[in-house]
């Protein structure tokens, strides 16, 4: 167990009180990471979510992107100002704030001591939307010793996704209908019926998504092949189904199988629990999961048998929902659009 030096608080140089020093320099860390993830410009592709730091290897590990990702190049400004903390570090931390200001998100663990030299996490464990469930299953447990359940939970993380590399044509591409909010409906919405793409057909681990109708910058929404797989497959689909409109229980287990992500490779033995730094969550999800507009039960491809389908109702209106590229309290976001530009929120 990672050790804790003792159960008395110490001051900060920052007047910050915390149980163990070596957690003081990610006060000021969190700060300057909180002030310029509002900005929504210094990470690309996720606005003010933060949500693609919670796992950086998902793009460097996608073949159209070669390099290190935006995020996590996003991130070396961090890097030289606060020069205390490692690079492994950064990122993890970065990914728990991040996730801290989607409603509905759990506070994540958060773990210092990730030596410098080291990557946060070994590569190629992250699949390719093509790769069939059996390949999925296979890397996650070599890479990581995830068991098939712990895969599910750790897919909540595509309710505040979207996808800039998939379909050339569009970007920023959400995978469920709040990309803002850390809830189950991509759960839900992985098992309705595809009726089409939201930009081109054709696309390499793409399938047909329920609610492919945009507008401008308001995309659609896109569905990768392996969340449809994972949603209707034996080994899977009773714990995949058995998130929907559970929020509760989806949070808990995404907050388990993230610390065991968050030290993959690592050894944690000498870490130090820095976790009373990551910011409470301040937003919950009280609100249901519910049926897009126009959609009903009769929409779901339901593949677990061993559960009856939880019974939703359905939101309101007699056309498709078109979902919102700005989060509402974004104003830069909304001004760029309302300007008809892109904001470089890409
Ligand atoms: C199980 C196999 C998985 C596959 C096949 C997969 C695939 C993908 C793909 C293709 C994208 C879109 C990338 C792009 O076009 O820009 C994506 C996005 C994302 N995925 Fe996954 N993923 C998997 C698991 C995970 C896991 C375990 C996590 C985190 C715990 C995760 C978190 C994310 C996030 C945060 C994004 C959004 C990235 C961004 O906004 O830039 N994914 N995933
Ligand atoms: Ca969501």
Not at 101 to 119: D, E, I, M
Not at 137 to 164: C, K, Q, T
Not at 252 to 262: G, S
Request: aromatic share 6%.
């Amino acid at each position: 167990a990672p050790s804790s030096e003792s159960t008395s608080l110490v001051t900060c140089p920052d007047g910050n009180r915390v149980h163990h020093r070596a957690c003081c320099p990610l006060f000021a860390l969190r700060e300057d990471l909180q002030r310029n993830l509002e900005e929504g410009q210094v990470f690309p592709g996720g606005g003010a979510d933060g949500s693609m730091l919670v796992f950086p290897d998902v793009e460097p590990n996608f073949p159209a992107n070669l390099g290190i990702s935006d995020s996590v190049e996003a991130l070396l400004p961090f890097l030289s100002s606060h020069p205390e903390i490692s690079a492994g570090d950064l990122i993890q931390f970065a990914g728990a704030v991040g996730i801290s200001n989607c409603p509905g998100a759990p506070r994540l663990q958060f773990l210092l001591g990730r030596p410098n030299a080291t990557a946060p996490a070994p590569e190629g464990l992250i699949p390719e939307p093509q790769d069939t469930v059996t390949s999925i299953l296979a890397r996650m447990s070599d890479g990581g010793n995830f068991s098939p359940d712990e895969v599910i939970a750790l897919l909540a993380s595509h309710s505040i996704a979207r996808s800039d590399h998939v379909d050339p044509t569009i970007r920023a591409v959400p995978f469920d209908s709040t990309p803002f909010t850390f809830d189950t409906q991509i759960f839900l919405e992985v098992l309705l019926k595809g009726v089409g793409f939201p930009g081109i057909p054709g696309n390499l681990g793409e399938v047909e998504s329920p609610l492919p109708i945009g507008e401008g910058l308001n995309v659609g929404e896109m569905r990768l092949q392996s969340d449809f797989a994972l949603a209707r497959d034996p080994r899977t689909a009773c714990t995949w189904q058995g998130f929907v409109n559970e929020q509760e229980k989806m949070s808990i287990a995404f907050q388990a199988a993230m610390a065991k992500l968050a030290i993959i490779g690592q050894d944690a033995t000498h870490f130090v629990d820095c976790s009373e730094v990551v910011p409470i969550p301040v937003f919950s999800v009280n609100k249901p999961a519910t049926f897009p507009a126009t959609k009903t039960c009769a929409d779901i491809q339901q593949a677990c048998l061993s559960f009856p389908f939880p019974s939703l109702a359905s939101d309101p209106g007699a056309t498709e929902t078109i979902i919102p590229h700005c989060i509402a309290t974004d104003l830069a976001c909304l001004a760029a659009e309302y300007q008809g530009g892109s904001n470089g929120d890409s």
